[in-house]
């Protein structure tokens, strides 16, 4: 595995936890997007993961290495970008790549170029003169010249606008494209994550509420809507329809887990006799996304993941 | 060492106009103590007023200057830029101490070496307190040294080290006087270092909070420099200026020089 977390915990002096019992393995070459509202432990995970933070309880691995124990030769494999990266403000963005370079025995001068051409940074520009944007690029730039195995991204859209963003996405999805490459992607951006992701994580309060490849957890949920006369809520509606939404003459929620149709429409039938128009059909990531986290906060599950699809 | 010699060479770079300054300021100003010998010249409240300006904008630019090499790559945080790279606390960190002590302990104090058998200014107190003072900030080395290196635990090692260079500044002086068989100039000496000692302890901890909150706007970054930048371009005017402004001759220098006494300017003039 190129990244292990193992009962990771996090907890800050005032007595929050940031991190909770963080258990979970993210396959080499896959591009796992850990998301969650503001504040749910994403950056502390990332932070604690490349050893910036010291976990209270458990570990992160890199590379089979615990992450306190990570070495020169293992970070020369590692990439890192976050949106509040610090970086060497006082270089120019051509002293910035020649500071690093020596840095990197893999170093890739051609893709340099290219990557250079493709963002048009100015290269004679001090890093602290670079606009947010460029300032990312420049990130960028120093994080995939020597074609890290890992690349650890903490929210690198945030904040940019969409030619930008087309720019980085444009550089990631060739760096993906050039072998088995893992990256561990910190978002909120729903766009982005479905385009690069395979597996997502929800962090809910520090704990892993949810996770799996993207595809099976979306083939194996429905957004259901339906018509009745009666659109009220029952009090023994099912854990995994979350966020059951009625209307004047109807209800929508998302199925998390169906594993067959039929036996969904006899549940609902039973509950609403006079149900029509039902409709079943897979959710994009945003529907499903959206209506986990709303459930979770009308049914928060302190400490546990929820049930989740095979 | 390639590592150490790579982070060398960017640290030269990255602080060129610093140590450039501080180069120019620290050979100037050993060479006006130099020409002040009471041998060369007579001294006069003016000149005693200057000296006293020049010495503590030049002793509070030194510890300053030390603390941003030494500070320049924050130690803790989670934003630090080297530790998400492939490279060890130990180059970076001997990088930044090997310039503190290069630029801001070896360079004066050898300069002082060299003025002081041409200038005949040793064979006093004020060289037991110069090597005093620059056993404080060897301490400081240290503490630079215990802080660059720490992942945890920062604000106990930073107050050990700043307890070390207490410590070095105290036993330092009256030590040197003994192995030296010089006068240790009674307990005037401890009182320097104490008081040096607690100034040194309060601008280090300004300095720090100014310079490792690098969420603080660049003005709050900067004015650190404001105070020693002052002090000497007050040293610098206050002579000339005092021949023509009556107000500015109330302005007085430490008792030393008040006194009327024979005076070694030695860095250890800070206000009391």
Redesign the interface.
């Known amino acids: 595995m190129s990244i292990q977390f193992r009962s990771l915990t996090k907890q800050y002096r005032a007595g929050a936890e940031a991190v909770r019992d963080l258990t979970l393995d993210i396959v080499p070459g896959s591009v796992f997007a850990l998301m969650g509202r503001n504040g749910a432990g994403k950056?502390t995970t990332i932070?604690l993961l490349?050893?910036?933070?010291?976990p209270t309880h458990g570990e992160a691995r890199l590379f089979g290495v615990p992450a306190a124990k990570l070495?020169?030769?293992?970070?020369?494999r590692?990439g890192?970008v976050?949106e509040?990266?610090?970086?060497?403000d006082?270089m120019r963005v051509d002293e910035f790549l020649r500071?690093?370079k020596?840095?990197?025995p893999a170093w890739d001068g051609v893709l340099t170029q290219r990557l250079v051409k493709l963002f048009a940074l100015p290269m004679t520009q001090r890093l602290d003169r670079l606009s947010r944007g460029q300032r990312m690029k420049a990130a960028f730039l120093g994080a995939l010249c020597y074609r890290p195995d890992v690349l650890v991204l903490d929210e690198p859209f945030s904040g940019l606008d969409s030619v930008m963003r087309q720019d980085l996405l444009d550089a990631l999805i060739e760096f993906l494209g050039e072998g088995e490459r893992t990256v561990f992607l910190s978002s909120h951006d729903l766009g982005e994550v479905e385009r690069l992701a395979d597996t997502i994580g929800v962090l809910d309060h520090g704990s892993l509420g949810l996770h799996g490849n993207i595809d099976d957890l979306l083939s194996h949920a429905r957004e259901v809507s339906f018509l009745t006369a009666t659109p009220q809520l029952p009090a023994d509606l099912p854990a995994d329809w979350w966020n059951p939404v009625t209307s004047p003459h109807g209800i929508t929620f998302t199925a998390a887990t169906v594993p067959d149709e039929a036996a969904l429409a006899a549940a609902i039938h039973s509950r609403w006799p006079d149900a029509g128009s039902l409709t079943l059909r897979p959710p994009g990531l945003s529907r499903y996304y959206i209506d986990y986290l709303r459930h979770t906060e009308a049914h928060p599950v302190a400490g546990s993941s929820t049930a989740l699809p095979a | 060492m390639k590592l150490f010699l790579h982070w060398l060479c960017w640290d030269l770079r990255r602080f060129r106009i610093l140590l450039l300054g501080w180069t120019i300021l620290v050979v100037g100003y050993t060479v006006l103590i130099r020409w002040l010998n009471p041998e060369n010249v007579r001294w006069e409240p003016d000149l005693a007023r200057t000296v006293w300006f020049l010495t503590t904008g030049v002793v509070i630019f030194e510890v300053f200057g030390m603390l941003h090499v030494l500070t320049a790559d924050p130690v803790v945080g989670t934003d630090v830029f080297w530790k998400t790279r492939p490279a060890p606390g130990l180059p970076v960190a001997a990088a930044k101490i090997g310039i503190a002590l290069t630029a801001f302990v070896l360079l004066p104090l050898g300069l002082h070496a060299l003025a002081v058998p041409v200038g005949r200014l040793g064979a006093s107190p004020g060289w037991q307190i110069l090597e005093g003072f620059q056993l404080r900030l060897l301490g400081l080395v240290a503490l630079g040294a215990a802080a660059v290196k720490t992942t945890a635990g920062a604000t106990v090692r930073i107050l050990t080290g700043l307890g070390l260079a207490l410590v070095l500044s105290l036993v330092g002086p009256p030590l040197l006087g003994l192995a030296s068989m010089k006068s240790a100039a009674g307990g005037s000496l401890t009182e320097y270092s104490i008081v040096s000692c607690l100034w040194l302890v309060a601008g280090t901890g300004l300095f720090l909070s100014a310079r490792r909150s690098h969420h603080a706007a660049a003005w709050v970054r900067w004015s650190v420099w404001i105070a020693p930048s002052l002090l000497i371009l007050l040293g610098t005017l206050i002579g000339p200026l005092a021949q023509r402004y009556e107000a500015l001759r109330a302005i007085h220098g430490p008792p030393a020089i008040r006194s009327g006494a024979p005076i070694v300017p030695t860095p250890t003039a800070l206000p009391s």
């Open positions: 950056t932070q490349l050893d910036l933070l010291l070495r020169p030769e293992h970070r020369q590692l890192y976050s509040n990266q610090r970086l060497p006082w500071f690093l020596p840095m990197y």
